[in-house]
């Protein structure tokens, strides 16, 4: 093997294959050589064949194989030094792979308690560790807290395990979801009329949508979240649409890594919306709240193409709403609309479809 110096001062050793090279490897107090791999051309890492060096603490030889990874008949000689705790008599090793998760202890005896860190590096992202012995048998762990760092940014959570007869393995899984546990005023009833995402994303807005017709009763909703692993934050549920029968609440990002999805249903009176408005050519008018309204719901008129040509649209003409008795709002009783979704390139451009909200108060005859 010769030594040289390279361009950025560094030494630079080379040696062909076959060859026998001598090497040191220093472990920290406590720990000792476990085992050296090396790189081969199949990208693979084979245990290396080391001789320890008489007389020499901490330095082996090795030769460098032939399946060496390598540029042609140049390349970099690389191996992986494994170093393994030094265990007391009647101790287990505890081997850790996670890059963010650290352990309070390498070895331990059976029926001890072994501690678990896990720092992530972001808010919004946790890394959950996995225990498993040396025959893959998983091993339970016990959640003792979780911190959120904001400031930080960053989720600190210890678990902690009992340590079997058997060395373990811990390995560490990424997770970006937050744990949902919905709870109602009434769940055997009410349960079942509500629906979110089960892959909610700490880091977005999560959307609930609960059904406002059941059974034929008109319910409104009120919708809160409340974190339970990392902050005990109380968020609300913002009315965001009401269609069909069933109404969706978005609640504002961020979350902790579990939380408490609360919707209580409130039997409300409602009133029957009676859809009586002629269809025009190419296009169908409906109601897309349902049968059903609230005082103070907002309805939403739909107007949409049934044919591939479209319709014709002036753009102007607004739907009439009238009461039990006949009677159109009033100013006493006031309604707005609003035109969404339109694109016109003239007066009587053709439109695929667009939408009208109309704002009404319904109110006894």
Sequence with gaps: MTESTGDDGEKVYTAEKDSTITFEAVPEDGWALD???YMSASFTTPDLKITKVDG?????TCTIPDDAYAYGSVGTFMIYVQFAP???EGQYEIKSTGEYLSVDKYGAKPGETVKITSTSDSS??????TVADEDGTGIDTTLESTVIDEDEDKIVQVYTFVMPEKKVTITEKSNRYCAITLETNDDSKFASHVSYSSRQMMSGNMNVVADSIIDGKYYKHTVTVTGTQGNTTVKPGELSSLASGKATYTVAKKFPVAVTLRVDFVETDAYNITNQSANIEGADFTVSNGELAAEGDTVTLLLSTNTADGYYYDGTTLPKVTDADGNETSEEVPYEYYILHVTLKNRNSRCRKHNIFCKIYIHNA
């Excluded at 020499?56 to 082996?60: F, L």
């Excluded at 919004?124 to 560790?129: I, L």
């Design 35 to 37: 085992s050296v791999m």
């Design 86 to 88: 030094v265990l007391e």
């Design 124 to 129: 919004t992202r946790n890394y959950v560790p």
């Design 56 to 60: 020499k603490d901490n330095q082996y």
